[in-house]
Structure formats: C-alpha cells, structure tokens
C-alpha cells in the first residue's frame, strides 16, 4: 500500500495559477504507478482531472479532461516520489478539494474514473474566488 500526501493548495484570484505536489511512500516501485488527480466540489461527485502514466523506462503519456486542457500541465519526478499539477488561468469553477491517486501501470488512454484507482490522499483544498 502507497501513501499519498497533496499539497499546495490555497485562495486564489480568478486567471491565478498554483501548484499542487502529490508525494508517495511506501514499499512498491513507484514508477510502476500511474497518477490521477482528481477534485470535488461541494455538493457534486469527485470528477477525474488530469492522469499521467506509469515510467518504466519510457516518456510518460498524460491525459487530462476537455475543461482543463491547455490549462493545467501534469507531470512527475520519480526521483522525488512527487507527481506536480500545474494549474494556469484558475476559474472559478476549479474550485474544490483536490486529491491524488494511484493505478496500476497506465491510465488506459483517458483520464479514469475514480473506482479504477487504489490508494488515495487526503485532498488539498484549492479555492478561486475574487
């Protein structure tokens, strides 16, 4: 079982940018893990965001839903145990508690949905308000 710890989340004004970190521990391989971030907001199910794949010895594919595209950027260091969401023109609707996740190897070409993914974070809460 992985551990995961989210950070970087904060208030920010809309068109602002943050950067959220994911950090894992644990006895396993790391980079035979893919990462998923995702979010909920209040009153509404947790939505996949962004997805990044497994190493293993090759250039690692991401994928990322239709409403960030463009926006947010997805990447890891394996050498850190750290997976990064970069996160540009912040809207409003962006808003609510981000979590990390893990997936055996890929994403499976799309961002997956929550009950494919094992172990989880806690969230970290990102706000975009004027």
């Known amino acids: 079982q992985l551990q995961l710890v989210e950070s970087g989340g904060g208030l920010v004004e809309p068109g602002g940018s943050l950067r959220l970190s994911c950090v894992l521990s644990g006895d396993e391989a790391l980079n035979f893990y893919a990462i998923g971030w995702f979010r909920q907001a209040p009153g509404k199910e947790r939505e996949g965001v962004s997805c990044?794949?497994?190493?293993?010895?090759?250039?690692?594919?991401?994928y990322y839903v239709d409403s960030v595209k463009g926006r947010f950027t997805i990447s890891r260091d394996d050498a850190k145990n750290t997976v990064y969401l970069q996160m540009n023109n912040l809207e409003p609707e962006d808003t609510g508690v981000y979590f990390c996740?893990?997936?055996?190897?890929?994403?499976?070409?799309?961002?997956?949905?929550?009950?494919?993914?094992?172990?989880w974070g806690k969230g970290t809460q990102v706000t975009v308000s004027s």
């Open positions: 990044i794949d497994s190493v293993g010895g090759r250039t690692s594919s991401t």
């Open positions: 996740a893990t997936k055996i190897y890929h994403c499976s070409n799309h961002v997956p949905p929550s009950s494919a993914m094992i172990d």
